[in-house]
């Protein structure tokens, strides 16, 4: 019997539900705040934690909720097992979807100061996301047993966050000097 494919997505979902276990809107509240290290709609979240249920890689039972009983997750031997072999495996380079760079690749269809302005509006979000790091360091105060890993994490974020305001600043230059 073949073993069930496990996407890199299943294991962000594994690593979410960590120790502690997690329900579904924990698994999209925390999804939202790290949205800059992975990217997927929001059913996704609540679709992949049922599937690796089924497969067995995850528990779920319900629990009482302020208005109606919620699912929670924890990982199973099989899940634990799973996340630390996978972790064990070579990490390749990250993925990145950035619609900017795109909009630069076409940008001879349409003119500078059209680009410009529609590349400078990426600068309110990513001063977000910085303010978003700073938040998130605060909460993992209270997870002691990832506090280690959270700030590197963050660390990265942070340094990614920094050098697009960096390639917004060239742009912007570069673009505006006309």
């Known amino acids: 019997m073949s073993r069930p494919r496990l996407t890199p997505f299943s294991y962000v979902v594994l690593a979410l539900v960590g120790r502690g276990g997690a329900g579904p809107h924990d698994i999209v509240r925390m999804m939202r ?56 495996e070579p990490t390749g380079p990250p993925r990145v979807q950035h619609e900017g760079i795109i909009r630069l690749l076409a940008a001879d269809f349409s003119d500078d100061a059209t680009v410009l302005e529609s590349l400078s509006a990426m600068r309110a979000e990513l001063e977000a996301g910085l303010a978003e790091i700073d938040a ?35 742009v912007e230059r570069e673009l505006g000097s006309d």
């Open 33 to 88: 705040e790290g949205s800059m290290f992975w990217t997927t709609s929001e059913s996704h979240f609540y679709a992949e934690p049922k599937r690796l249920a089924k497969l067995g890689f995850l528990t779920a039972r319900t629990e009482p909720g302020k208005t109606r009983a919620r699912t929670h997750y924890e990982l199973t031997d099989e899940g634990r097992s799973a996340l630390s072999s996978w972790i064990a």
């Open 136 to 170: 998130m360091e605060e909460r993992a105060k209270a997870i002691p047993h990832r506090a280690r890993y959270l700030r590197l994490v963050d660390d990265y974020g942070r340094r990614s966050l920094r050098a697009q305001l960096e390639w917004l600043d060239e």
